[in-house]
């Protein structure tokens, strides 16, 4: 299940599934959020970019067929690729009438080089239908949907802005687990005024539910949100490298080890990126965690001391 890295990383898993790597191409679905359109408000999460944490996809309005070329094109000048997830990741990627939604995940789910469709979207925008939907586009090639919680803790909910209750969020992984649709969640670390055990409370509460996945994203303060406003008149306490690295080996130590760890850093655009500027050398920081993860004898969901007992 586990390679060198010692947690079950999702390459190891689609490596296992379709014998080769497969590579993600970020799309855009020409939606918005009911949290930027005024529904909920119009001002979006306090963290969240202007491109809706779409910093990576392609251009919106640009039809599918032709995102998905565009996206494959960048991947293979680079590597020799064949299999590919359509990822549709700027803002809410279920906030649209249903047929508008069967019209872009169809032309996606049809491309012959996409093995999975995945989905980011909010708790609160799954509707029946839309749910009926992604389960009927299942039957034809896997769908995962990816949920952004961030956080278990209210106020600190409240505070980025989520405009969802954590029932709705367990809502929606039940409706989606009948439906026999695999979750992924995601999770951010270091979100102002939140402690490590809070942290890690939010992380273990993840980890007991029916999910597929797990994505722990570093909190990034970016140019162009309330987030970076706010830590520009008034800077609050970030997490270091240190510490960071530290805070994910715990958090891979907690969860059960069939979930399938989708990231453990991120990215944030260097254009927009206020804080924390080590964020950057992303690669150092997977080496640190490997590093820290192999100093303590751990693998996901356990710890080994020096002599080797659990």
Known sequence: MWDERRYYA???YLKQKYGEKVYRLALNGGMTCPNRDGSLDSRGCIFCSPAG???FAQQMGTPIARQ???AKE???RK????KFIAYFQAYTNTYAPVNYLREIFTEAINDPDVVILSIATRPDCLPPETLDL???LNQIKPIWVELGLQTVHADTSRFIRSGFTLECFHEAVRSLASRHIPVIVHVILG???ETREQMLETVCHVGSLNIFGIKLQLLHVLSGTDLGTLYRKSPFPLLSQDEYCGLVADCLERLPEHITIHRLTGDGPKDLLIAPLWSRAKRSVLNQIAQTLKMRGTWQGKYFGSNGQQ
């Open 10 to 12: 999702i390459d190891c």
């Open 53 to 55: 944490s779409g910093d």
């Open 68 to 70: 998905l070329e565009a």
């Open 74 to 76: 960048q991947i293979r």
């Open 79 to 82: 590597r020799n690729c064949r």
């Open 134 to 136: 992604l389960a009927e």
């Open 191 to 193: 979100l102002p005024g």
